[in-house]
T-cell receptor
Framework: DTEVTQTPKHLVMGMTNKKSLKCEQH?????MYWYKQKAKKPPELMFV???????INESVPSRFSPECPNSSLLNLHLHALQPEDSALYLC??????????????FGAGSRLTVL | GQNIDQPTEMTATEGAIVQINCTYQ??????LFWYQQHAGEAPTFLSY??LDGLEEKGRFSSFLSRSKGYSYLLLKELQMKDSASYLC??????????WGAGTKLIIKP
């Protein structure tokens, strides 16, 4: 299995809703990432988990809450989002962190629209 | 600050060759990556360079000059399916990926 699976593919939510994005990989990777991508822009790093511990939080607002239940799963809990949070949310995994040839494998993304 | 520059958009003809350039200024260097991203899809890995020189992989090649802070991605025998954005990313001294804004490549018949 060489894939990163993200669900749902599309999500529409109101500003008062609570929802979650899910990500799963079975490649034995020990680093997992959440990125946010707006149209025609590069991915922006949000969070990095290394060996199931949060190692990087790029000053992301608390309305985004990551969770890594085990080495294969990564969730992003969403609450009280703003319309400007509408974007493509990409999950990625890599064998580990801390070395150069650390290729990220991306999931297909979850397209989020906040009304 | 850290900066990666690549052209915003390029146009090429099916069957031709195109070179997409990337220049970078980063805090340290632990390798340069090229990713391809079709509209609305996830980025997919194309190449990794950490030493100077050319890496060839089928129709795609990537070149790196660390002294010049410069890389290019060379695509040969262009096909319509190569229409996509091409993202250059550099891994800095903290092993963080710094992304360029991407180059949108349009292939015309």
């Amino acid at each position: 299995d060489t894939e990163v699976t993200q669900t749902p593919k599309h999500l529409v939510m109101g500003m008062t809703n609570k929802k979650s994005l899910k990500c799963e990989q079975h490649m034995g990777h020990r680093a997992m990432y959440w990125y946010k991508q707006k149209a025609k822009k590069p991915p922006e790093l949000m969070f990095v988990y290394s060996y199931e511990k949060l190692s990087i939080n790029e000053s992301v607002p608390s309305r985004f809450s990551p969770e890594c239940p085990n080495s294969s799963l990564l969730n992003l809990h969403l609450h009280a989002l703003q319309p400007e949070d509408s974007a493509l949310y990409l999950c990625a995994s890599s064998p580990h962190r801390g070395s150069g040839a650390n290729v990220l494998t991306f999931g297909a993304g979850s397209r989020l629209t906040v009304l | 600050g850290q900066n990666i520059d690549q052209p915003t958009e390029m146009t090429a003809t099916e069957g031709a060759i195109v070179q997409i350039n990337c220049t970078y200024q980063t805090s340290g260097f632990n390798g340069l990556f090229w990713y391809q991203q079709h509209a609305g899809e996830a980025p997919t890995f194309l190449s990794y360079n950490v030493l100077d020189g050319l890496e060839e992989k089928g129709r795609f090649s990537s070149f790196l000059s660390r002294s010049k802070g410069y890389s290019y991605l060379l695509l040969k025998e262009l096909q319509m399916k190569d229409s996509a954005s091409y993202l250059c990313a550099v891994m800095d001294s903290n092993y963080q990926l710094i992304w360029g804004a991407g180059t949108k490549l349009i292939i015309k018949p």
